[in-house]
């Protein structure tokens, strides 16, 4: 029996939650890279975004964003923190709420 991949896959049925989710959680991943890109991340910031990079070519093992937000997001938040970026912050408070 193969493996399901779900981002290709009709089993789950598309809503509008599921569209704001992504677009949340895009906008946070874009945001952690833009810090990223400034300068002076260390070699896991480095790997999280090859891992995003990849994730948006569909490649790799990870499925979309939010996996790959929800699977690091303690270390998200201490980034953010250490970037002083509030905004970030309370934009993970709510995917905390209402996507993880």
């Not at 991943?29 to 790997?47: T, V």
């Not at 997001?73 to 509030?86: G, K, M, S």
Request: aromatic share 12%; charged share 30%.
């Amino acid at each position: 029996m193969g493996s399901v991949d779900y981002r290709t896959s009709s089993l789950f049925e598309k809503n509008e939650y599921q569209d704001r989710d992504k677009e949340q959680n895009e906008e946070m991943l874009d945001r952690i890279i833009s810090h990223i890109d400034k300068g002076g991340a260390n070699a896991f910031w480095e790997q999280f975004k090859q891992k995003a990079e990849q994730m948006r070519a569909n490649q790799g093992h990870i499925p979309d964003a939010q996996y790959l937000l929800h699977s690091n997001v303690y270390y998200i938040r201490d980034f953010l923190e250490a970037h002083n970026d509030q905004q970030g912050l309370d934009l993970l408070d709510k995917l905390e709420s209402d996507c993880f």
